[in-house]
């Protein structure tokens, strides 16, 4: 097919060149540049340096600690959840309301969990003060780590969540029959087929801790960790580029390793041939002490977020606390929010519909074209790299490529930037819409007069309108909540959201953090609803089949209308491991 | 007149079609018997206009086509899944083609396909409301729209239930009658092949191995292959299907007798 030929070989020319601009040529400069002394000759002296330099040997023992430590708590809650979730008769709604409960710190930026420790377990603190005494000092270790947790396990929680859908829980029947001990039968039906993916987990906690930037800024302290001595190199009184190009590379080198090891954990997952809807025996001891882990963890995730809808109605906090919509006012009629906001949803937003045009294209080069083998490999290539790169790293290395270019201090970078890193997800969600849908249509069209893009915008766009809806609703979300990487190549003009609450810290304005964070926060959730009501009540015959074959699996799962958005959701977090 | 003339198709040195030639009569059923893993899709795509082929030419009404694209041969084809769109309903999908060409078809010959389809309760249905049956003659529908020179049909049975079968063969062979339609059913089921052209070609090894009418292929099967692989089978059913109706008759009387 001639034309289709064609028309794919420009778009794959154009991803081509997209990606070696903004994803190849930076990583090239810096890299080179790590290897570039001071005297301007190839050398290893950065590297020397940076790891004679005991500052930066403690922060990364502090990175290596805390997000080993954090990791594995974090999976141990995310199991049991989702265990409880699974293997209990606790009513629907409750596990319906669990699940909503435990993701919504995902559309806040990272920045704002730190925040929200401080101001509810800080001495000041709103749970601090409930209880009369502070728990344990936050600044630092116990502060990172409580935020840490709060972040990743969210998408832990998902991961495994997922995966417990697809074991098939009759083999409990089998193992009791055999008369297995009830530890034994827990361990052989619920944690061995899931030893794959309680890994993937840990891989995933740690790398999401590793790299994160927004909760070390906000609650770091003294306790160093690799991401925030990258920024002060980098941004600090003296910025030293060339220990900031080894730092971010040495950065680099877990996160090759994280996704590796994610690859690699993959084979110790079980396939089951077929699942089959189980009923879970009744014991309400089991239900009892599943229902009040949820609360308490629950509980503990909403104590600690309560805060930042409390201070934006307070005159004062913590010393005049009276309600008032005084403060709301005067930091919404601040001119510069109003400003930064819309610049955040138009950067959002913007970078919702080129990084889904980008994925789009790129999965109908590797889904649907007859180009070969290795431009289809190559896309897959771009979307296993922009997911192994740190937002910090590429962040930098941005910086070096198109500092005294006319693109800095845009928000075309800004948008650039963010595109490419959120390439990912959205691609392979995608990539597998467009594999399963008729691989005859192209063809069809063809043969009824069309020429291939009229077919692509007639027949294979509308048929997979939903996972579109999902693409837009994924990126704008991660775009107005992160921070890692474009904390670098913002500027005072290219203020968005979260770099302006990175600027209310610095001034201590933290009354502004919060309404700021709470702005995002009700944006993402008012995009996710829309666009999740966009994407199941678009009527495709696919997408109702996908969804009926999903309710079907899980009978016992109460959501009717929920386990799509659900699935999608778990869907982005299976397959990224990107930090925010 | 369809000529197909000394066909050879091979990928590197893989010879998947080895010489093969045949002509088609206008307003003919053939079908083409390929052995699984034989050729089928390949034949299609040749045919077509999707693949080019390696040596040999495709001639039709005396002009050649090889080198002519799949969009500017005029030739159709109804897809063994129907590659139906589903975001359009049964009506948008028939009247697809309308929109690129929109003079090929008028408005009377439009509706009278659809009822002799027996499409008119279904024309605003979404393709998911449709039977198999029902989503076939969409889909041919769609085709006929096009009014193409050649119908291919990619193995039109196999997807529908054992009880419609036969009257699904019946309307193809109303169609290719009314419209004097020249019709290409490639195939993997001999039974399909056998009860419903006019003249089957039997592929084997990407050679042919018999060009005939049904009743010379069934009394006079030219080799081994064609007795062993193809009749046999047939022999079976028939069979099969004899023993069931003589139990039931011998059942009958016996009940009868009490």
Not at chain 1, 337 to 360: C, D, H, P, Q
Request: aromatic residues 10%; positive net charge; contains cysteine.
């Amino acid at each position: 097919m001639e034309n289709e030929r064609i028309e794919l070989k420009c778009i794959f020319g154009l991803i081509c060149i997209i990606f070696a601009g903004a994803l190849c040529s930076p990583l090239i400069i810096l890299l080179s540049k790590s290897f570039i002394g001071a005297s301007g000759k190839l050398s290893l002296e950065n590297y020397v340096s940076v790891l004679h330099n005991e500052e930066f040997i403690l922060s990364l023992q502090h990175s290596f600690a805390i997000s080993g430590l954090e990791a594995l708590i974090t999976v141990v809650l995310a199991f049991l959840l989702a265990y409880g979730l699974h293997y209990t008769r606790l009513p629907g709604w409750f596990k319906s309301v669990v699940q909503v409960l435990l993701i919504l710190p995902m559309f806040l930026p990272t920045l704002t969990y730190g925040f929200a420790v401080i101001y509810s377990l800080g001495k000041q603190g709103l749970i601090t003060q409930l209880l009369g005494q502070q728990l344990f000092s936050i600044y630092g270790f116990g502060g990172l780590l409580i935020s840490y947790i709060i972040y990743t396990l969210p998408p832990a929680f998902i991961l495994l969540y997922n995966a417990f859908k697809y074991v098939d829980k009759h083999f409990i029947v089998v193992s009791q029959i055999m008369g297995d001990p009830p530890l034994r039968t827990f361990y052989v039906t619920s944690v061995r087929p899931m030893i794959g993916t309680i890994a993937a987990s840990f891989i995933l906690s740690f790398f999401l801790s590793f790299t994160d930037f927004g909760i070390p800024a906000s609650i770091g302290g003294q306790y160093t960790v690799v991401a925030t001595e990258l920024y002060m190199v980098m941004m600090g009184a003296i910025p030293d580029f060339q220990s900031g190009s080894a730092i971010a590379v040495i950065m680099l080198i877990p996160s090759v390793a994280a996704v590796w090891l994610l690859r690699f954990s993959e084979r110790f997952n079980f396939r089951y041939n077929k699942i089959t809807a189980f009923e879970i025996g009744r014991d309400r001891v089991r239900d009892g002490i599943f229902a009040l882990l949820c609360v308490i963890v629950i509980m503990a995730i909403l104590s600690v977020f309560a805060i930042m809808f409390i201070v934006p109605f307070i005159k004062s906090w913590p010393y005049q606390v009276v309600f008032t919509t005084e403060t709301l006012q005067r930091i919404l009629s601040d001119s510069s929010i109003k400003i930064v906001y819309i610049n955040s949803v138009m950067v959002a937003a913007a970078t919702a519909v080129i990084g889904t045009v980008l994925a789009y294209m790129a999965a109908l080069v590797n889904a649907r074209s007859h180009l070969p083998g290795i431009c289809k490999l190559l896309m897959d290539v771009f979307a296993m790299v922009t997911n192994t790169v740190p937002g910090m790293v590429i962040g930098v290395a941005f910086l070096f490529t198109f500092t005294g270019t006319s693109l800095q201090n845009t928000f075309l970078l800004i948008i650039l930037l963010n595109s490419i890193r959120e390439f990912t997800t959205p691609y392979l969600m995608i990539q597998a819409s467009l594999s399963k849908i008729n691989l005859s249509w192209e063809t069809t069209g063809a043969l009824m007069g069309d020429s291939w893009a009229k077919t692509i915008f007639r027949v294979i766009i509308p048929n997979t309108m939903s996972t579109v809806f999902q693409m837009l609703s994924y990126i704008f979300v991660q775009a107005l909540v992160t921070i890692s990487a474009i904390v670098f190549i913002t500027g005072a003009r290219t203020m968005v959201m979260t770099t302006k609450i990175t600027q209310a810290q610095y001034f201590e304005k933290y009354d502004e953090v919060f309404v700021l964070s709470l702005l995002i926060f009700l944006t993402n959730i008012l995009v996710k609803i829309m666009f999740d009501y966009l994407a199941n009540h678009n009527d495709i015959v696919l997408h109702i089949k996908v969804k009926r074959k999903f309710q079907g699996l899980s009978k016992k799962s109460p959501r009717s209308g929920k386990p799509a958005r659900l699935q999608a959701n778990v869907q982005v977090q299976e397959y990224t491991i990107k930090n925010m | 007149m369809l000529e197909l003339k000394h066909i050879v198709k091979k990928y590197d040195d893989n010879v998947i079609l080895d010489d093969i030639s045949l002509s088609v009569e206008d307003g003919e059923i053939i079908s083409i018997l390929v052995p699984s893993g034989g050729g089928k899709t390949t034949l299609l795509n040749v045919i077509l206009g999707i693949t080019p082929i390696s040596s040999g030419q495709i001639v039709y009404d005396g002009t050649d086509l090889s080198g002519v694209s799949m969009q500017k041969r005029g030739f159709n084809i109804v897809f063994q899944d129907y590659a139906l769109f589903p975001n359009l309903t049964a009506y948008q999908n028939i009247v697809y083609g309308l929109r690129n060409t929109p003079g090929i078809s008028t408005k009377a010959e439009v509706s009278e396909l659809i009822s002799l389809l027996d499409l008119q309760e279904h024309v605003s249905k979404r393709i998911s409301q449709l039977s198999g049956g029902q989503k076939q003659r969409v889909a041919l529908a769609r085709t006929l729209v096009m009014k193409p020179k050649i119908l291919l049909l990619d193995e039109p049975l196999s997807a529908l239930d054992g009880v419609i079968k036969e009257s699904i063969k019946e309307r193809i062979r109303r169609i290719a009658r009314q419209y004097h339609l020249t019709t290409i059913i490639v195939t993997h089921d001999p039974e399909e092949a056998l009860t419903l052209s006019h003249r089957v070609l039997i592929l084997n090894g990407g050679k042919i191995a018999q060009f005939d009418t049904p009743a010379h292929i069934v009394h006079a099967p030219k080799d081994i292959f064609i007795e062993k692989f193809i009749l046999s089978q047939l022999k079976i059913k028939r069979d099969n299907i004899y023993h069931l109706f003589q139990e039931e008759n011998t059942g009958n009387d016996a009940a009868a007798v009490h």
